[in-house]
């Protein structure tokens, strides 16, 4: 259930491809756009100042796969400050994401919307962008680092530009999410999913 307390929660990692990677990826897949690489970590102190315990991102991993089942992955063309991922503003849909270690790796495919195109223009003209994660939960400074507490839900994985300074980017502003905008972003199905999943993982 969401609280007064959960708050917006944004990350960033950068896209690593080439132009020739994208080149052979169309000629791989009729013409799409495949983009593939780490796209979260765990245990790890990124540079927000912010550390998601591996078994929290574990859980949201194996929730969002009902969203990949679904064709639902979407994302957007930079972040909004909002945990609702506006279909006017879809770029890409996620096709997988799997924990490997500390580390989820996924498939990015770029689609043919008027943002999906914007960033496929940018990739092939070699843009570094970002892949970042939008989530809501609530944080505890713990030892000196802000650790995402167990109220964490994940919502997508957004393509952004590259900060020009390390740690600069989508710092500390975080926006307070209110029940009612989260209950447009996860369906009735989606919650009982994540009840079911938590269900399944107790030993």
């Given at each position: 259930?969401?609280?007064?307390?959960?708050?917006?929660?944004k990350?960033?990692?950068?896209?690593?491809y080439?132009?020739?990677i994208?080149?052979?990826?169309?000629?791989?897949?009729?013409?799409?756009?495949?983009?593939?690489?780490?796209?979260?970590?765990?245990?790890?102190?990124?540079?927000?100042g912010?550390?998601?315990?591996r078994?929290?991102?574990?859980?949201?991993?194996?929730?969002?796969?009902?969203?990949?089942?679904?064709?639902?992955?979407?994302?957007?063309?930079?972040?909004?400050?909002?945990?609702?991922?506006?279909?006017?503003?879809?770029?890409?849909?996620?096709?997988?994401?799997?924990m490997?270690?500390?580390t989820?790796?996924?498939?990015v495919?770029?689609?043919?919307?008027?943002?999906g195109?914007?960033?496929?223009?940018?990739?092939?003209?070699g843009?570094?962008?970002?892949i970042?994660?939008?989530?809501?939960?609530?944080?505890?400074n713990?030892?000196?680092?802000?650790?995402v507490?167990?109220?964490?839900?994940?919502?997508?994985?957004?393509?952004?530009?590259?900060?020009?300074?390390?740690?600069?980017?989508?710092?500390?502003?975080?926006?307070?999410?209110?029940?009612?905008?989260?209950?447009k972003?996860?369906?009735?199905?989606?919650?009982?999913?994540?009840?079911f999943t938590?269900?399944?993982?107790?030993k």
């Amino acid at each position: 259930m969401a609280s007064d307390n959960m708050v917006l929660l944004k990350e960033w990692l950068p896209l690593k491809y080439s132009p020739d990677i994208v080149r052979e990826s169309k000629q791989l897949n009729g013409g799409k756009v495949m983009l593939r690489g780490v796209i979260q970590r765990a245990d790890t102190l990124n540079q927000n100042g912010r550390i998601y315990p591996r078994a929290i991102l574990e859980r949201e991993i194996d929730n969002y796969q009902k969203f990949i089942r679904e064709n639902r992955a979407l994302g957007e063309c930079d972040h909004p400050d909002t945990s609702v991922v506006e279909l006017k503003n879809v770029s890409h849909i996620v096709r997988e994401a799997k924990m490997d270690g500390d580390t989820v790796t996924g498939v990015v495919e770029l689609l043919d919307t008027p943002s999906g195109k914007i960033l496929q223009s940018l990739v092939e003209a070699g843009i570094t962008l970002g892949i970042s994660s939008r989530g809501v939960g609530s944080t505890r400074n713990q030892s000196g680092a802000v650790v995402v507490q167990d109220d964490f839900q994940l919502i997508c994985f957004d393509i952004v530009s590259e900060p020009s300074t390390p740690g600069a980017f989508m710092m500390n502003e975080s926006k307070v999410i209110s029940g009612r905008e989260l209950k447009k972003t996860f369906t009735k199905s989606d919650r009982v999913n994540r009840i079911f999943t938590d269900i399944l993982a107790w030993k």
